[in-house]
């Protein structure tokens, strides 16, 4: 006997910061708004829009400036990510009431397996419901997507936003995905998408078709789950537990030319390392590893780290440590690709910075430790833990550069057979 496919829902809260922001801010709704790094610096990076933003152009990754130059009454904010921590708990919170089996993605997404749910009330009716319910009780729209396993249900629910219902089975799969552009299926990016262009395979239904041992030539074990998942195949359950699994964060950028100029460079490593520490943010996590990628004009391949005593998690923190790395051993070769990551991340609660006379005064002006230091006096003694003092000349380091929705009607897609023809 055939078992019954499973309903799975990948749930996308809609340009979730900026969502929050109009939520907590009503005379904001309806508006152009964005979050950016630093608000006030033309040269601050854009980290999401509303979609009133969007609809002037505003695009995640612009400067402060070239957003202003296309929206001049956008609202720049900074991120809150307290209060975004506060609201993703509970979304996570709501979707626990209809399933056990819930995998957190990020701090706005995750999937949920309602198979169980299914089996006493209709499908659509709970799909419904939950958007519903994160709508009106949290005031948040969200996209959703339906699908019998996760790669379809992602996909589907990057297909109508904002307030988006899509459901996609594999017997629509030929139709809705296989015309595509080859870019657009999740988990393609440009250079997979360049590499496969030159190849032939322009289209998603051109890869479902390619050949699996070529592909595997070309892209390792990812080229056959790249045909597996064109042809709608996704065999990964839903794992509340493999949030826990995160070993580091990063973020990569392929340069639009082969870049030697030192400001480039530096502006480049500088919106790297602040997407790097708001996705950490997001994430309550820290880590004692920074790593950075450098790929150069020639495709050559290289990689330098260190690591810290003590981990770290803030912008100004990670971008010290990885261009002074890139400084110290790129020789001027031009560059074409550059990233930075975090590894070995914890939660950021379960860290507690050790205090030494080094450290101490650099991480007070940076971080709420005179609690800590407050502690540790009342049980050991006023003065038990003192400033140091250092001897000898110190090195004068080099001045760091300053560097700078409307809600819709939800739309789905279904017919009456849904629970009957799933598969």
């Known amino acids: 006997m055939m078992s019954r496919a499973r309903i799975i829902l990948h749930i996308d809260m809609n340009s979730f910061y900026a969502s929050v922001e109009q939520k907590v801010r009503p005379e904001w709704k309806g508006k152009p708004l964005a979050v950016a790094g630093n608000p006030k610096e033309r040269r601050g990076i854009i980290i999401t829009c509303s979609y009133e933003a969007r609809a002037f152009g505003v695009k995640t990754t612009m400067t402060v400036g070239e957003a202003k130059k296309l929206c001049p009454e956008l609202i720049v904010v900074p991120p809150n990510f307290e209060i975004y921590r506060e609201h993703s708990r509970a979304f996570f919170t709501l979707l626990t009431q209809y399933s056990e089996l819930l995998e957190p993605v990020s701090i706005d997404e995750g999937y949920l397996d309602i198979t169980e749910a299914a089996k006493n009330r209709h499908a659509l009716e709970i799909v419904k419901e939950i958007q519903m319910r994160i709508l009106h009780e949290i005031g948040l729209p969200c996209s959703i997507g339906v699908a019998p396993n996760k790669f379809l249900a992602k996909t589907a629910s990057d297909m109508k936003k904002p307030l988006g219902i899509t459901v996609l089975r594999k017997r629509d799969i030929q139709d809705v995905l296989w015309p595509r552009d080859v870019i657009e299926m999740h988990g393609v990016g440009k250079k997979t998408a360049e590499k496969l262009y030159e190849y032939g395979i322009r289209t998603i239904g051109d890869l479902a078709k390619a050949n699996t041992l070529e592909m595997k030539m070309l892209f390792g074990v990812n080229g056959e789950r790249l045909v597996k998942k064109a042809n709608g195949i996704d065999e990964r359950k839903v794992d509340p537990e493999s949030i826990y699994d ?4 990063g973020n990569s950028t392929t340069l639009p030319r082969d870049e030697v100029e030192y400001y480039e460079l530096k502006k480049t490593f500088d919106m790297l390392c602040e997407k790097v520490a708001n996705r950490l943010a997001a994430k309550e996590l820290v880590g004692s590893t920074v790593i950075i990628y450098i790929r ?17 998690g803030k912008k100004e923190q990670i971008f010290e440590i990885a261009w002074a790395l890139f400084l110290e051993h790129w020789d001027e070769t ?13 939660d950021e609660k379960t860290v507690t910075e050790q205090l030494n006379l080094f450290n101490f005064e650099q991480y007070a002006k940076e971080e709420p430790i005179l609690e800590v230091v407050h502690k540790i006096e009342r049980q050991f003694g006023e003065g038990s833990i003192q400033r140091g003092v250092r001897k000898g000349k110190i090195k004068a380091s080099k001045k760091r550069e300053q560097t700078s929705t409307k809600t819709h009607h939800a739309n789905t897609s279904f017919s009456k057979d849904f629970l009957d023809d799933f598969k």
């Open 246 to 249: 995160t070993k580091s964060v």
């Open 334 to 346: 031009p560059v074409r690709l550059l990233g930075v990551t975090v590894a070995n991340v914890v």
């Open 296 to 312: 150069d004009h020639q495709w050559r391949n290289s990689t330098r780290s260190k690591s810290l005593p003590d981990p770290i």
